[in-house]
């Protein structure tokens, strides 16, 4: 297909703009009206057009403009995903079977990103408030299996799950709260099940 001009492209994208908005095509003089040009100006852009096959036209009859290629740009479309919101986290049960599930929330870019796993959970307590993680919001945690010193994590332990900072020492794991009123809680046998991707919160 052959390259157009700026001016043609600028013709073309009025066209299609026009038919999207009122359902019908334009005509020359509305186009002409538009540009500012000449009848027979807009006459041989929509020639040019029509010989290089962006266009359809029906001779003698008016608004019979058809696009056959758009050129405009199209703004991207935002990854929109599913992401599981887990509830009461059942003893025994696996983290993301049904039991623990209270329904799915719809997230979008730039919390969520193409390709990766996550599910969300609803922040009880005021243990990271330091992080700036208030009890009510949702946090939004990337599925994994292990983590690096300082990730803010999801651990089970015990069945139970608690959000806190990641550090491996020596001997031993701590999980480290962002609130000088809590303690930190020291472990050897920890599953890892989630890094922390982002926080949303409502008001």
């Not at 157009?4 to 600028?10: G, M, S, Y």
């Not at 740009?73 to 935002?78: A, G």
């Not at 990337?142 to 806190?164: H, M, N, P, R, S």
């Amino acid at each position: 297909m052959k390259q157009i001009t700026e001016r043609q492209k600028e013709v073309l994208s009025f066209i299609a703009d026009f038919t999207e908005a009122n359902v019908y095509p334009p005509t020359v003089r509305e186009i002409s009206e538009h540009f500012g040009i000449s009848l027979r100006a807009v006459q041989d852009h929509i020639a040019a057009l029509q010989k290089k096959g962006y266009l359809t036209t029906e001779q003698k009859r008016s608004r019979s403009i058809r696009i056959l290629v758009d050129e405009r740009e199209k703004p991207q479309k935002l990854f929109v995903s599913k992401v599981p919101l887990l509830g009461t986290v059942a003893a025994g049960k696996p983290l993301l079977c049904e039991e623990n599930l209270d329904g799915y929330v719809n997230l979008t870019e730039p919390f969520i990103r193409p390709g990766r796993s996550y599910f969300a959970l609803r922040v009880r307590g005021t243990s990271m408030i330091g992080a700036g993680i208030l009890e009510g919001d949702l946090a939004v945690v990337e599925q994994a299996a292990a983590a690096t010193d300082g990730q803010i994590v999801v651990a089970v332990l015990d069945d139970a799950i608690t959000l806190k900072r990641y550090y491996r020492e020596s001997t031993r794991v701590r999980l480290q709260p962002e609130n000088p009123a809590f303690q930190a809680i020291y472990c050897q046998d920890v599953r890892i099940v989630g890094i922390l991707s982002s926080i949303v919160r409502t008001y």
